[in-house]
């Protein structure tokens, strides 16, 4: 089964065309990547599948049903969630905090449960609370619950980024360059962390990354856009051999260091 499947989508800002006729399949417990230089549509891609744009033409389908047309807490109570380029905690708010907020979609009192203190509702934050701690000792992050945001490494920032999206329960997780900013080892343990996610949970994750070395050593497939057209998709191996891929994207001179970035898996 395909957890996401995107037909011909098309976004125009005016008369720039940020997003032409994308077609893009995400098979459930995948891991997909979308790649391009800045400015090729990736980003815009990502918020027109998540709701934040929608877009002028094709169709959107997440788990066999279209999402068209719904908006971003519509789509996330559905099984999506993401996270950014650009990290977006609430960095006045503790870590646990961060987690809770995430956790939203999935509670089911509403304001006058809360405001009576039901007993529904006292038991539901209790199992919200159980449940943050859980995904904070899942991302490397236990005993930080009540950290500020903002006070912590940066590296760290990344991975409650991520913890927050999970507490939606999601089936697609979007993660737009989770290492932007890292260091080598950063990027590393990042790479394997999200191997990991897809192994524990079994959930399958869309990813916009720039770092070569990650995009193929964690991708099944890869999907390469430029100036908002795709112009290639394959496995890590195929994408980084083909002369459209490396003449209009890469140009030669990185096709060496996707060479150097696949020796280890072909060792």
Not at 165 to 189: F, R, V, Y
Request: proline content about 4%; charged content about 25%.
């Amino acid at each position: 089964m395909n957890v996401l499947e995107t037909v011909k989508v098309t976004k125009r800002f005016g008369g720039l065309v940020a997003v032409n006729r994308v077609d893009l399949v995400v098979p459930e417990k995948s891991i997909i990547s979308v790649i391009g230089p800045n400015g090729a549509g990736k980003t815009t891609f990502f918020n027109c599948v998540s709701g934040f744009y929608e877009a002028d033409e094709g169709e959107i389908n997440f788990l066999g049903e279209s999402i068209l047309g719904l908006s971003p807490d519509q789509i996330t109570a559905r099984g999506m969630a993401r996270t950014y380029q650009n990290i977006r905690l609430f960095p006045a708010m503790s870590a646990i905090e961060n987690i809770l907020v995430g956790q939203h979609p999935r509670l089911k009192t509403n304001w006058v449960q809360a405001l009576l203190q039901t007993r529904r509702q006292k038991e539901e934050e209790e199992m919200a609370l159980e449940e943050a701690l859980r995904l904070l000792k899942f991302v490397g992050l236990g005993g930080l619950g009540d950290q500020l945001a903002r006070n912590l490494p940066y590296g760290a920032q990344r991975r409650l980024e991520i913890a927050r999206a999970l507490g939606s329960a999601p089936k697609l997780l979007l993660l737009d360059e989770p290492t932007a900013g890292m260091n080598i080892q950063e990027t590393a343990e990042m790479m394997d962390f999200i191997k990991y996610l897809r192994e524990e949970l079994e959930i399958a994750i869309l990813l916009i990354e720039h770092d070569m070395r990650m995009v193929m050593g964690v991708s099944d497939d890869i999907n390469v856009l430029d100036y908002g057209t795709k112009i290639a998709q394959g496995s890590p191996a195929a994408i980084q051999k083909n002369p459209r891929v490396i003449e209009a994207y890469l140009g030669r001179g990185a096709a060496s260091g996707l060479n150097e970035a696949a020796e280890p898996a072909q060792a």
